[in-house]
């Protein structure tokens, strides 16, 4: 109430200061104005009385001169007339000024000089001003013409009243107006917010305002969003923890995680590298948007970093990433809460087509995924490659120069390169790479024409990660056919010179807790299910799931097929499943993609026409980007969730709808192709190139008795809650860090 007060009482003094400026000025200028016209009228008046009184016969005709003034003194609306004679003593007056002076009439000072063209003056005669203009009679004395001239202070009185009328009239609608605007768009919001910090407050597990709020909230909303947030997983935290005390149990979570590396890591600096950055600052109506890519990977590693404050090395990608990052090209993060440095890295358009695009998505890729698409390697993306991990080892040295003994660990396929690069300038530093896709075989890897720089580069490394033992032993078994070098199958190593590195399995996982604060109820469950398949039309009682990258390792036209062949097999559920998939766009640019994403289009179109209905069709596709938040929606409402990877390194698909399923409902039909599937038992493992397989999987997790059914979800939530990220995190952290370097005194190049 004070704050509409205050706005109120500031827009009304405002309005009325303008009100007023601009009124005086209105005033003044009209005055100006019509005092100029005034004389102009009195100077035409006077001068052509003259020449008629200039063609008198007499000059001492007082008869003729009185019928010639009082004659004109009835015009143009003249107060009158006065004729002076040669010693400025009044000759003449004509009868109407004469009542209004009701006195002699006022003299002049002196006559104008003989051919002056006389002046206009104001004087007051009385109460009344009057304006005087004077001219010279060419044989004797003067004319003096008069003017009232009280209408231009009558208009400005009539000026005034009509400008105080008109800000009276606009205050109250401005009044008005603004008590609605305030009342509808501030006062309804900050009693939303207020009432949502009170519900966090009381323990709510709300994380959002449940309203869109308005450009000038957005600010406030984003800063109440990352408090809520924080609250939550705060007493999120604490619940957990204070639930392994009573249990004893060994859950890692993000709190464990961090207490862990604090005393594994002895306050040794950490680095991470990797291509994509966990903040990316955009421009977006004119104010820098901070987003956060959903990505596992952050989840991971963010720990880490603030535990550490540590350092993050990725590429700028952001259009706002210069603007927000200083001198150096580092910016503090997390925003409102800094705990680590984002250090970002440039590229241009050229380095990134052929390093990013074309080596890693084009060459590396398919190489290291058996799903049938040749590998294409082109010497200008290779050297693209080369320099785009150069750029990147300069920032990660310049990053660590006055480091003692740090950690650098290095993510994914992107920077194969990159461990030796570091290594050679620092051997004291701990340099770990954890490959996030599978390693083939050494026949298929043998493709590469450069498979010897890139083995070289990542032998660098003191400890390799893979998601599970089969792809160590394929790096191990292409090591040891490539290299000259001693591999010790047993224990993962491989010595290459005098150099050591570690290769072990680390299964990259999701965040699940161990049980959750609010479980949920199935009633409010089927209301979501409800309502989120209106919300696109759907009207069937079975509801398959699908989330994938648009990426032709993903096996989606396979599933398609699959479903298909279901359908084909039992007509009792055409009409009553339907199968949503959701697939992002990616690498658009790459011709092998754009191909997918017509493939996936074509035969999701080809299917639907064959077995829809006016009110059905079996496979709705959603190619676009959605927020984890909307994904986890389709995942709750879903009875049956497909993975069909051709060939996948972990695929966290499968483990986030078990994340996400703390109902216990559900059913994962998994590709025995996906890593996934080497933890995930008691998913219905299929063979993705098997049509036929899969139509059976989709009929058996549509069919399975409900204990069954809970059974299974309760198994694989158990295997995902204990083999979480954190653990994954810990696991690989601890392993790098425990690693004793054999280091010369003399032995370090710093740059």
């Given amino acids: 109430m004070r704050i ?108 104008p000089g003989p051919g002056g063209d006389g002046g206009g003056s104001y004087i007051h005669i009385g109460p009344t001003e009057m304006h005087r203009y004077v001219i010279r009679l060419p044989r004797q004395g003067a004319l003096a013409v008069f003017h009232d001239a009280s209408f231009i202070e009558t208009e400005a009185s009539q000026t005034w009243r009509e400008t105080f009328l008109r800000v009276l009239i606009q205050m109250a609608l401005i009044v008005a107006i603004t008590i609605l605007v305030v009342r509808w768009t501030i006062v309804g919001h900050v009693l939303q917010l207020a009432q949502w910090i009170r519900d966090l407050r009381n323990g709510k597990p709300t994380l959002n ?47 464990r995680l961090k207490v862990y590396l604090r005393s594994t ?115 200008p993306d290779w050297e693209s490659y080369q320099e785009a991990n150069r750029k990147f080892a300069d920032a990660v040295l310049d990053e660590i120069r006055d480091a003692e003994n740090p950690i650098v660990l290095v993510q994914d396929y992107h920077f194969a390169l990159l461990p030796r690069l570091i290594k050679e300038a620092r051997p004291d530093a701990n340099v770990a790479i954890f490959w996030h896709i599978p390693w083939p075989n050494p026949e298929a890897f043998g493709i590469c024409p450069w498979q010897h720089e890139l083995l070289e580069g990542l032998l660098g490394a003191d400890l390799i990660g893979f998601h599970i033992q089969e792809h160590c032993r394929n790096f191990l078994d292409t090591v040891d056919r490539c290299l000259e070098s001693r591999t010790e199958w047993e224990r993962g190593t491989v010595t290459r010179g ?99 994403g017509d493939e996936v289009e074509q035969e999701a179109a080809r299917i639907n026409n064959r077995f829809q209905t006016s009110h059905w069709k079996p496979i709705v596709l959603f190619a676009s980007h959605h927020s984890h938040q909307e994904i986890e929606a389709f995942y709750r409402a879903a009875d049956v969730c497909l993975v069909t990877s051709l060939h996948d390194g972990m695929n966290l698909v499968a483990k986030e709808f078990v994340a996400s399923r703390s109902d216990g409902g559900g059913v994962v039909i998994l590709s025995r192709f996906a890593g996934a599937s080497h933890e995930l038992l008691d998913a219905l493992i299929v063979n993705p190139y098997d049509t036929a397989q899969i139509a059976k999987a989709i009929q058996m997790a549509l069919e399975l008795p409900p204990e069954e059914r809970r059974g299974r979800m309760l198994r694989l939530r158990r295997v995902v809650r204990e083999n979480n990220i954190y653990r994954w995190a810990a696991g690989l952290i601890g392993a790098v860090s425990g690693i004793r370097l054999e280091v010369p005194l003399n032995g370090l190049e710093r740059r």
């Fill in 265 to 379: 890591m002895e306050g040794r600096p950490f680095f991470a590298v990797s291509n994509r950055e966990p903040y990316i600052h955009q421009y977006k109506s004119g104010y820098i948007e901070t987003i956060v890519p959903a990505s596992g990977l952050v989840t991971a590693m963010e720990p880490i970093l603030c535990a550490s404050n540590g350092t993050w090395i990725a590429q700028g990608s952001g259009d706002a990433d210069r603007a927000t990052a200083d001198e150096r090209n580092r910016v503090s993060v997390p925003p409102g809460d800094p705990k680590y440095t984002l250090r970002r890295v440039w590229l241009s358009q050229e380095e990134e087509d052929g390093y990013y695009y074309g080596f890693s998505n084009e060459g590396i890729w398919p190489l290291c995924h058996i799903a049938h698409t040749r590998p294409v390697f082109r010497l």
């Fill in 209 to 255: 305002s449940g309203h869109d709020a308005q450009d000038v909230f957005k600010p406030l909303t984003k800063e109440v969003s990352d408090l809520a947030l924080g609250f939550h997983r705060a007493r999120a935290s604490a619940e957990e923890e204070a639930r392994l005390r009573d249990a004893a149990d060994s859950l890692w979570t993000a709190e």
């Fill in 498 to 596: 005098s150099h050591l590195t570690i290769v072990k399995p680390f299964p990259i996982s999701v965040e699940l807790p161990a049980s959750p604060a609010h479980p949920v109820e199935s009633d409010s469950l089927y209301v979501e299910r409800e309502s989120l398949l209106r919300k696109y039309g759907i009207r069937v009682g079975f509801i398959g799931i699908g989330v994938d990258r648009l990426d032709y390792t993903k096996g989606i036209p396979e599933r398609f097929h699959g479903i298909e062949r279901f359908l084909e097999q039992n007509p009792f559920y055409v009409g009553r499943f339907t199968f949503i998939q959701i697939a992002a766009p990616t690498r658009t640019r790459i011709p092998r993609y754009q191909a997918i």
């Fill in 4 to 111: 509409s007060l205050r706005l109120i009482v500031s827009l009304a003094i405002a309005i009325t200061l303008v009100s007023v400026l601009f009124a005086m000025i209105q005033v003044r200028n009209e005055s100006l104005r019509k005092r100029e016209d005034l004389d102009r009228r009195a100077r035409v008046f006077a001068e052509s009385l003259r020449e008629t009184m200039d063609l008198l016969p007499q000059p001492g005709s007082q008869a003729k001169l009185r019928e010639i003034v009082e004659k004109f003194g009835s015009r143009e609306s003249l107060a009158g007339v006065i004729v002076y004679g040669d010693h400025a003593t009044p000759l003449l007056i004509t009868s109407a000024l004469a009542r209004k002076l009701n006195s002699r009439p006022p003299p002049l000072d002196k006559l």
